[in-house]
């Protein structure tokens, strides 16, 4: 079974452009949640997704937002970035909601000048 | 979702056992306990969760004291590719995703 795939893996973008980053699932999850990780602040949950509608959202500001697909993939858009704002994007995909676990895919690197 | 504590760094030989502690004394019934590690530059994986009853799977063993107050992650026999940084989660699985992670055990396996 593939593992969750997220596009791009590496992007560079300059202050006050916008961004947004693609995840795909694994086949059949129908949960998807964001995670921000930076070396000062670890790994902060963004947000939650599932049945398209966002289930659940982290402590961040309204530039942070998402959406979800009837398919389940999902996209993550930033606008007006801030250097601040460079980090790694993790998306996670899960079966259900809940206790169930979540699977990571490998991140996207966004580098903001 | 109760707070943990887990050591800074840890190190062990290869072959040997890794036994990565957690303290969570202020877990409450109905928490559940979660690994998840992160190898440099991946997102991080799930190893293996627990309530109250030790439990076993390929990756590892996850042992709960009687009380709950702290459990302890075995990787029983450890190789370098699991050297990478140990998340400890206490969490109640409400209706929701939302993993608080925190800053983790960084082990190192040498060789």
């Known amino acids: 079974k593939a593992g969750v795939t997220q596009t791009p893996r590496y992007l560079i973008k300059t202050r006050g452009q916008q961004v947004t980053l693609s995840c795909s699932p694994i086949s059949g999850h129908r949960s998807v949640s964001w995670y921000q990780q930076t070396p000062g602040q670890g790994l902060q949950f963004l947000f939650e997704?599932?049945?398209?509608?966002?289930?659940n959202k982290g402590n961040f500001p309204g530039r942070f937002s998402g959406r979800q697909f009837s398919n389940s993939r999902s996209e993550m858009n930033v606008s007006t970035l801030e250097l601040g704002d460079s980090a790694l994007y993790l998306c996670?995909?899960?079966?259900?909601?809940?206790?169930?676990?979540?699977?990571f895919g490998p991140g996207t690197r966004l580098t903001v000048t | 979702d109760a707070k943990t504590t887990q050591p800074t760094s840890m190190d062990c030989a290869e072959g040997r056992a890794a036994n990565l502690p957690c303290n969570h004394s202020?877990?409450?019934?109905?928490?559940?306990v979660y690994w998840y590690r992160q190898i440099h530059s991946q997102g991080p994986q799930y190893i293996i969760h627990?309530?109250?009853n030790n439990e076993t799977n390929e990756m590892a063993s996850l042992i709960i004291t009687e009380d709950r107050k702290s459990s302890t992650l075995i990787l029983p026999h450890a190789t370098l590719r699991d050297t990478a940084v140990y998340y400890c989660i206490v969490r109640v699985p409400h209706n929701n995703n939302d993993m608080r992670f925190g800053a983790g055990t960084r082990l190192t396996v040498k060789p």
């Open positions: 996670a995909s899960s079966w259900d909601r809940g206790r169930y676990e979540q699977y």
């Open positions: 997704y599932f049945s398209e509608t966002q289930r």
């Open positions: 627990g309530l109250k």
């Open positions: 202020t877990i409450s019934g109905n928490e559940y």
